[in-house]
């Protein structure tokens, strides 16, 4: 979607809101105009985010695999969006949208049914009684807004979910409380993405603390070639080229289990280059390692991970004393 003009007193007082939120913040949303505005701007770089974190489960073979989803908290509906454009909407019943502001979720409503005309949209506003064993639950950029009692309950509504597709910002304490849930939903479900095995993350031991789980979208030509985002990233003071997010993907145990990752490892940030090297922070089923790649070893590697085209999934084939000797990028096990 091509972005309308940027409306500076709107776009600053919503970010205003974002930067300082805390939890049961209230609305963000005043009128229309702002959610005009949200959606064109701020929806749409965390849309990026979900494009990045759908490839990342596309690459190890995940897809919808229920008759109904649930976007909680939906805001203009970007998370569902992306996941309806990624993989259509055949199959899916009934999508359901939950958001304390009735302005959004219409806003969301009329979005999606008009991008997805066959598809039926609906406003939820009681969770209580909704079934969710055959429901694909979305959540995007929430648990930062949500006091303990919130996430708990959230939890509780989840854990009822078939799949799982949670997507966050990718700082170190939303990562650290996406960490929580996924945690918390281990007895029920399988993790898919990022997660490369099904046990207890070692990010929690505390030789892990200064480090947290997050990954960096790539924003689309647009947001360099057009106009009205080079207003926005110079009057918000954005670099469109950083996108951190983190994100979890599960599936409950009783859904047939996705080909195992043994073997596979996942870098984890950004790789810090260096003259002659690169740093990678490497997680897998032996824990997480900070290693080294030099040039000289595997030249064909280190260009690949330089150009980062390739995705975060890799085959360390050879290791000696915290330097990476040889490997290569997984292949796609998706479709």
Known sequence: MEPVAPNW???????????????????????????????????????WKWDAAIAQANQVGWRPECSHILDWGCGTGIASLRMLDSFGSAGIEELFLWDHSAAATAFAQNLIQQAHPDLKVSVVHSLAELPLDNTLCLASHVLNELSWDDRDALHSLFN??????????????????????RELLLDRF????????????????????????????KAPVIAFTNANWTLFAQGMKIDLRSLPYSFIVMNTKSLTPLPELDGKSRLLGRPRQ????????????????????????????????????SGTLFEWQEIESGKIKAGRAAGDHGT
């Not at 095995?197 to 200064?210: H, S, T």
């Not at 690169?278 to 260009?303: F, P």
């Open 274 to 309: 260096h003259k002659g090297y690169t740093r990678i922070y490497s997680c897998d089923r032996n824990g997480h390692n900070d290693y080294e790649l030099w040039q000289r070893d595997d030249k064909a590697l280190w260009k690949t991970i330089k150009k980062g085209k």
């Open 190 to 217: 399988n993790p898919v993405a990022p997660c490369v095995c099904p046990q207890p993350c070692p990010m929690k031991l505390e030789e892990n603390a200064n480090h947290w789980c997050h990954f960096f979208a």
């Open 9 to 47: 007193e709107i776009l600053h007082r919503l970010r205003n809101a974002f930067l300082n939120a805390e939890s049961n913040t209230g609305l963000y949303w005043d009128s229309e105009a702002d959610l005009v505005q949200y959606h064109n701007y701020f929806a749409a770089r965390i849309g």
């Open 160 to 181: 009822r979910a078939r799949q799982i597709f949670w997507v966050e910002p990718g700082s170190h304490d939303s990562s650290r409380l996406l960490l929580e849930q």
